[in-house]
């Protein structure tokens, strides 16, 4: 199965988990692709049969500037992936009044297309975490359980 992974992120800690899930994933089986940066044209390339959004939020609970984008060209163009698996990892900082915000645009955004969610939405909290790679090892396990199901 072929997997794209979109990321979006400010200080880095989001491409740190994507890289992780691109090690896992890959480990597992599976043909993941992670470009930081991508536009869609380049996703739609790759013919993904699942994808994994992992995401930090910035300012009041907005996607980063670097996955805005390709969030625009998604909902713009809205690419035909109904019935694929889709899944998101949100990085945030519970201490802000929006938690979660750019992950939480994200997996309304697949549910839109009509992508089926794989495993619920991971937060990972910044207040309670230096290692979000890590923390999200467990649910990455997960996730390869769910896409071999």
């Not at 609970?61 to 713009?76: F, K, M, T, V």
């Not at 992936?81 to 994200?106: H, K, N, R, T």
């Not at 009509?114 to 979000?132: F, I, Y």
């Amino acid at each position: 199965m072929k997997i794209a992974i979109l990321s979006g992120s400010v200080y880095g800690a989001a491409e740190d988990v994507a890289r992780r899930a691109v090690e896992v994933l890959d480990k597992a089986g599976f043909q993941s692709w992670h470009k930081p940066g991508v536009e869609l044209d380049e996703v739609l390339a790759f013919a993904p049969e699942a994808v994994l959004v992992v995401t930090s939020t910035t300012g009041m609970g907005e996607l980063p500037g670097n996955i805005q984008n390709l969030y625009y060209a998604i909902r713009d163009r809205f690419p035909a992936w109904s019935g694929l698996p889709g899944a998101v990892i949100a990085l945030g900082d519970s201490s802000y009044d929006v938690f979660c915000g750019g992950g939480e645009q994200m997996r309304e955004l697949l549910l839109e297309l009509g992508m089926r969610e794989a495993l619920p939405m991971l937060r990972l909290d910044a207040s309670e975490t230096v290692t979000p790679e890590d923390d999200a090892q467990p649910w990455l396990d997960e996730l390869v359980q769910a896409l071999r199901a």
